[in-house]
């Protein structure tokens, strides 16, 4: 027999079907036990035969192999449960998990479930909440395939720091110095004049000595940069779709009930949009005139907005464009009618910053003045340099943190818990 998958044991109502996977739990009542099976789909419920002895010796999340009658069953998960089943082991368990598996939420400390990563993953929502993470992946590439894009692998060893060396992790390069990228902007960019449109899906790296909720030392970062753009708008439309795409695969997703999704996804198009000096405004009027001096958003802020946001637009994102140049990246177009403002811009979703982008620049004698300004060397910039110096078209981008992005859509309260084997200032193990 082949093996059948326990979503799909439904197709197999009255046929004798072979399933395989782990012990989840097991039920025994006066009368008959229940085995509850796990594998990478799903959950069945299994009845053993009556001569198979050994089901009562064997410990939770022992890979087992089972043969038995798929039958109706409304009461079984799935409407359908497996009778009369013959019970192989395959691979035992040692008794005495870390945590339980069985329980709607998995009741253990942050740490507790961090620690014992390879087992906690294995919880049923834990689990369907990177299955969330990867329908978002999968429906992000879709959406940008359709507008053309070219999906593009840069290195992770790069021999200059993007943005500074301040928050990179240096490296000893066959005894040159190198850091881990602290994003693919630079190779991003030059590749805008060689596909015009391209995005990319990786790790990126960032030596910040943050110990919050919202912080990581390494996440996923989608990123994508387009060609020919008017402005800063244009890369914002694209990120509109990409985004709405990624609540689609998640709101449709089988797997969102049991991830604990918040839904429904409110997104109007356009989203709602504010000036960085506007948002100082409102804030201002919350939290005290000092805001107005203050080049950036804190967190608290953020939230703010992102409640004002839900109250005046019903809607989960909004756009907070024309941040201080001084906040920018060297490699931001300027808002030519905005002095000191800039055509970037960051998405907030729920109230926190998930992506940022904007406008670049795009002529190499630019490039030169911004550097200058800011006091970088020009040297260790000479490949980024030299795409510029050959014909850039006006471009622009974006990048999203995947998991925060998945951190607002099931509502977790650390970025740790949708993270498969988190990063940190303490944390280099599993």
């Known amino acids: ?15 004798r079907v072979l399933v ?35 089901v009562h010796e064997i410990t939770p999340e022992t890979v087992i192999e089972l043969s038995g009658v798929a039958i109706a069953e409304a009461r079984a998960p799935g409407g ?31 740490p507790t479930i961090l620690d014992h990563a390879a087992i906690a993953l294995r919880h049923p929502r834990r689990r369907a ?12 590439r879709v959406a940008l395939r359709e507008q053309g894009f070219t999906e593009v692998f ?12 301040a928050n990179c992790f240096r490296l000893d390069y066959f005894g040159q110095p190198a850091y881990l990228a602290q994003s693919p902007q630079l190779y991003k960019q030059m590749l805008v004049g060689v596909f015009e449109r391209v995005f990319e899906v990786g790790p990126v790296f960032r030596a910040e000595p943050h110990d919050t909720p919202r912080h990581l030392n390494e996440y996923v970062s989608l990123d994508a940069e387009m060609g020919f753009v008017d402005d800063h708008r244009d890369v914002m439309a694209l990120l509109e779709s990409a985004i709405g795409a990624m609540a689609r695969a998640a709101e449709e997703h089988p797997a969102a009930g049991q991830a604990g999704a918040q839904l429904p996804i409110e997104l109007p198009v356009p989203f709602p949009s504010l000036h960085f000096a506007e948002a100082q405004e409102l804030l201002a009027a919350e939290f005290g005139a000092d805001v107005r001096n203050e080049p950036d958003l804190a967190p608290a802020h953020e939230r703010w907005l992102g409640d004002w946001a839900m109250r005046i637009h ?33 998405l907030l979703f729920r109230g926190v910053e998930i ?58 309260s650390n970025l740790r818990e949708t993270t498969l084997f988190p990063r940190d200032l303490s944390r280099l193990m599993p």
């Open 154 to 165: 840069t290195p992770k060893i790069v021999a200059t720091a993007t943005e500074s060396g």
């Open 20 to 54: 395989r996977g782990w012990l989840h739990r097991r039920r025994v009542l006066s009368q008959v036990t229940f085995l509850v099976v796990r594998d990478g789909w799903g959950t069945c419920q299994v009845v053993p035969a009556a001569d198979a002895s050994n």
């Open 1 to 15: 027999m082949e093996r059948v998958r326990t979503t799909d044991l439904a197709q197999h109502v009255g046929e």
């Open 80 to 110: 359908v449960e497996v009778r009369e089943a013959n019970v192989r082991v395959l691979s035992p368990a040692a008794a005495g998990l870390p945590l339980d598996l069985f329980r709607p939420l998995v009741d253990a400390s942050l």
């Open 355 to 412: 992506a940022t982008g904007g406008q670049r620049l795009h002529r190499a004698e630019d490039y030169e003045s911004a550097m200058r300004e800011r006091h970088i060397e020009q040297a260790p910039f000479a490949g980024y340099l030299e795409a510029f110096r050959h014909g850039m078209p006006p471009h622009g981008g974006f990048a999203i943190g995947l998991e925060r992005w998945v951190q607002q859509i099931v509502g977790a």
């Open 129 to 140: 909440a990177f299955v969330l993470m990867d329908a978002s992946v999968a429906a992000y």
């Open 314 to 346: 019903r809607s989960d994102a909004l756009f907070v464009v024309g941040y201080p140049m001084t906040k920018r990246p060297f490699y931001t177009h300027p808002d030519p009618s905005r002095p000191g403002y800039s055509n970037g811009f960051d």
